[in-house]
């Protein structure tokens, strides 16, 4: 039997490229992402996309897990990370990573893609590989990072003696009051593309793919509203 083939029409001035992609091929599959979004993003700048080699990432270590099939994408937000704030995607970006690496004890960091406030993507973990964003439940599930902090002062109930409390529950970093037009507009080019994709049918925050006994406040309730206008946008359901 012939091998099936799936192909987007990429626009760029006067001209349209045909990338064809064949479904198993998931090497030119990622590249064929890449090459969307470098074409759409509206950014204002040659780096409209930063492969992970671009903003110096640190080699993967053993023990990633294939991946591919992706039904859903699980929005999160940077949280309380004042060190560098939302712009500044080459210092925050190396910073999570080894967060998570050294840590978390994660082979890489955990997130697929990241957008800064700027509109930028980044390459995260090789969408190939199953990412580690949510506890215990990452199967299918696509991690996305919006750089900044997307809480409200008293959104989070702060117990310092209760060891289950993580980091993003605490709002009192909170210097983000909405999603900038840039970052915003890049998400709707990354979840479009996405969706070409992937058989994408599920649009949330981290909060919502949670597990009962991992209480989470990420993404913020900031972002979480533009994430139910999101799903309405894109005719996605909630998780």
Sequence with gaps: MAEKKTSIT???GEHAEIVRVTVNDRAATRQAIITYLEERLPVISKNKFLERSEWGARAAKEGLEDEWGYTSIVIHHQGNSPQYGCSAMYGALPEVQNKHMDGDGYSDIGYHYAIGCHGTVAEGRDIRFKG???KNNNSKKIGILLLGDFSRPGEASISLTDPSTRADQ???FYYMRQLSESQLSALRV???CLIRFFN???LGGHKEFALSE???TC???VAMEKIVELRKEFNLQKP
């Design 10 to 12: 990429l626009q760029s």
């Design 132 to 134: 580690s964003h949510v």
């Design 170 to 172: 605490f709002d009192y």
């Design 190 to 192: 990354l979840i479009r």
């Design 200 to 202: 994408i049918n599920k």
């Design 214 to 216: 991992d209480v989470r």
């Design 219 to 221: 993404p913020g309730s």
